[in-house]
């Protein structure tokens, strides 16, 4: 079993920078794959980006230049740094595990982030 804590999110103003992060704990070993999704409202939770162990990112085109992933192997801690935030980075962002076993994926409680004008 794996455990998520994640933090960081609030309210920003658009065109500022937020930080969220997920610490996990239980069988880190197994975990291959961290990452961050977000659901708008009335919307399906979607990819922002997402970090092998050996540092390989993949990222939403609408984020790409704007958010930096990072990933301590050492903490089991995963980092979402956004700036540039837009309206439509609003959402419930939620901290994401693939494992190399059953149960494969594991999902934080999720952090809000609300962009304002």
């Known amino acids: 079993q794996v455990q998520l804590v994640e933090s960081g999110g609030g309210l920003v103003q658009a065109g500022g920078s937020l930080s969220v992060s997920c610490a996990a704990s239980?069988?880190?070993?197994?975990?291959?794959?961290m990452g961050w999704y977000r659901q708008a409202p009335g919307k399906q939770r979607e990819l922002v980006a997402i970090i092998t162990r050996g540092g390989s990112t993949n990222y939403a085109d609408s984020v790409k230049g704007r958010f930096t992933i990072s990933r301590d192997n050492a903490k089991n801690t995963v980092y979402l740094q956004m700036n540039s935030l837009a309206l439509e980075d609003t959402g419930v962002y939620y901290c994401?595990?693939?494992?190399?076993?059953?149960?494969?994926?594991?999902w934080g409680q999720g952090t809000q982030v609300t962009v304002s004008s």
């Open positions: 994401y595990v693939q494992r190399s076993i059953s149960p494969y994926v594991y």
């Open positions: 239980g069988n880190i070993f197994t975990i291959n794959v």
